[in-house]
C-alpha cells in the first residue's frame, strides 16, 4: 500500500488556494494549473473557511443567488459557443487543406457541363 504524504501542503499555501476560489477563478482551472484534486480545494474551503449555516443556502429571491445562476448559465453557454467555435475551426481547416490538395478553387468543372 503507498504511503500517504500528510502536511503536503503549508496551511498559508491552503490558504491562498481558497481565497482564490473566493474570487471566483474557476476551480477546474485552478485545479489543473496546481496539480491538486479538485476535491482537495473543496475540502481546504470547507476546513478553512466553513459555510455560515445561517446564510447557506441562500435564500431563493437574494440578488447573488440570481446573479451565481445567471454566471453558471453564461458559463455553459460559454462553453458551448467555444465548442461550436472549436468544431467550426476545424471543419475549415479540413475544407482549406482538400482545396489546397486539389489545387483548384473549389468549383467542380464537371459539375458546369
Do not use: H
Amino acid at each position: 500500500m503507498a504511503k500517504r504524504r500528510v502536511g503536503r501542503y503549508s496551511n498559508e499555501f491552503r490558504r491562498a488556494c481558497v481565497e482564490r476560489m473566493k474570487q471566483g477563478d474557476d476551480i477546474s482551472a485552478l485545479s489543473r494549473e496546481l496539480d491538486i484534486d479538485r476535491r482537495l480545494l473543496y475540502r481546504w474551503r470547507d476546513q478553512l473557511d466553513p459555510p455560515d449555516k445561517s446564510e447557506w443556502p441562500p435564500p431563493k429571491n437574494s440578488r447573488e443567488f440570481t446573479l451565481r445562476k445567471e454566471v453558471s448559465q453564461l458559463k455553459r453557454v460559454l462553453a458551448e459557443k467555444t465548442l461550436e467555435l472549436d468544431f467550426f475551426k476545424g471543419a475549415l481547416q479540413k475544407v482549406e487543406a482538400r482545396r489546397q490538395q486539389s489545387g483548384g478553387s473549389g468549383a467542380n468543372i464537371n459539375c458546369l457541363r
